[in-house]
């Protein structure tokens, strides 16, 4: 028990916020102002190149880009997706694995439960100065979490991050985190507000959807998965987000 607190208080040092927090909601500059720091420098030089190449490949065009993140726990995988700011379909730029995981499928309800969320979010922060080298910031809780959840504390420190150690995050390694944040730090430099990331139990196909029904005979999950596969759905049929609200009941609700 001792050590599980222990383990808990240094993974929450790891990500302090207040170093990224001030670049939040700023694009003017946003770039210049992550190449500051260090490991973002070293990043560039390391990804640069290789990011505006894959892209280019993808007929993406690097100054003008929406960048789009899918996570599906199950099968511990991140898929990174692209389009040029005019077109209206993505087009699948990268795959990362997860390094670890850890908990259950189902959301996140509250503080400590191990558990890496489900839903619909965005980055809501750059994290420069990780103590996993570099990370990207979940904007958990959203209001679905907090009109779901039975809990008062509901934690929040939820980031894509380096390394391979995990108590709810998700981490994709020193390498792969590199390229993702130079990916994400072009599409914000270049006029990007937020950029979604959607974090599934697994891919909602039909098979794997009354597969996961199946495993899992608890009602409320059941509605709540329901609730996220449209989005699913839609994606792999158009290669379009769909614009998503949240209802007074914590439900999503989704328009094309």
Same mark, same amino acid.
């Given at each position: 028990?001792?050590?599980?607190?222990?383990?808990?208080? =240094?993974?929450? %040092? !790891?990500? &302090?916020?207040?170093? *990224?927090? /001030?670049?939040?909601?700023?694009?003017?500059?946003?770039? +210049?102002?992550?190449?500051?720091?260090?490991?973002?420098?070293?990043?560039?030089?390391?990804?640069?190149?290789?990011?505006?190449?894959?892209?280019?490949?993808?007929?993406?065009?690097?100054?003008?880009?929406?960048?789009?993140?899918?996570?599906?726990?199950?099968?511990?995988?991140?898929?990174?997706?692209?389009?040029?700011?005019?077109?209206?379909?993505?087009?699948?730029?990268?795959?990362?694995?997860?390094?670890?995981? =850890?908990?259950? %499928? !189902?959301? &996140?309800?509250?503080? *400590?439960? /191990?558990?890496?969320?489900?839903?619909?979010?965005?980055? +809501?922060?750059?994290?420069?100065?990780?103590?996993?080298?570099?990370?990207?910031?979940?904007?958990?809780?959203?209001?679905?979490?907090?009109?779901?959840?039975?809990?008062?504390?509901?934690?929040?420190?939820?980031?894509?991050?380096?390394?391979?150690?995990?108590?709810?995050?998700?981490?994709?390694?020193?390498?792969?985190?590199?390229?993702?944040?130079?990916?994400?730090?072009?599409?914000?430099?270049?006029?990007?507000?937020?950029?979604?990331?959607?974090?599934?139990?697994?891919?909602?196909?039909?098979?794997?959807?009354?597969?996961?029904?199946?495993?899992?005979?608890?009602?409320?999950?059941?509605?709540?998965?329901?609730?996220?596969?449209?989005?699913?759905?839609?994606?792999?049929?158009?290669?379009?987000?769909?614009?998503?609200?949240?209802?007074?009941?914590?439900?999503?609700?989704?328009?094309?």
């Amino acid at each position: 028990m001792h050590k599980s607190l222990i383990l808990l208080a =240094v993974l929450a %040092l !790891g990500f &302090k916020s207040d170093v *990224g927090q /001030k670049f939040e909601n700023d694009n003017i500059g946003f770039r +210049s102002a992550q190449l500051e720091f260090p490991r973002v420098k070293v990043a560039f030089e390391n990804k640069e190149v290789d990011v505006k190449t894959k892209l280019r490949l993808a007929g993406i065009q690097p100054e003008r880009f929406d960048l789009y993140v899918r996570a599906f726990k199950k099968e511990e995988s991140i898929e990174v997706w692209a389009k040029n700011r005019a077109d209206n379909m993505y087009t699948l730029i990268e795959t990362y694995p997860f390094c670890s995981n =850890v908990g259950d %499928l !189902g959301p &996140k309800r509250q503080q *400590g439960d /191990k558990q890496i969320p489900e839903g619909f979010y965005h980055f +809501s922060m750059f994290n420069p100065n990780s103590n996993y080298h570099l990370s990207l910031k979940v904007n958990y809780p959203n209001k679905s979490d907090s009109l779901l959840s039975e809990h008062s504390d509901l934690g929040g420190q939820i980031f894509l991050h380096g390394g391979c150690l995990t108590i709810g995050c998700i981490p994709i390694t020193d390498d792969k985190i590199e390229e993702l944040y130079v990916m994400s730090v072009l599409a914000k430099d270049n006029g990007q507000m937020e950029i979604p990331i959607h974090i599934f139990p697994n891919r909602m196909n039909y098979a794997n959807y009354k597969s996961l029904l199946a495993r899992y005979p608890d009602r409320a999950l059941h509605i709540f998965w329901t609730n996220l596969r449209p989005v699913y759905q839609h994606f792999e049929q158009t290669g379009q987000i769909m614009q998503i609200q949240i209802n007074h009941q914590g439900r999503y609700l989704f328009t094309e």
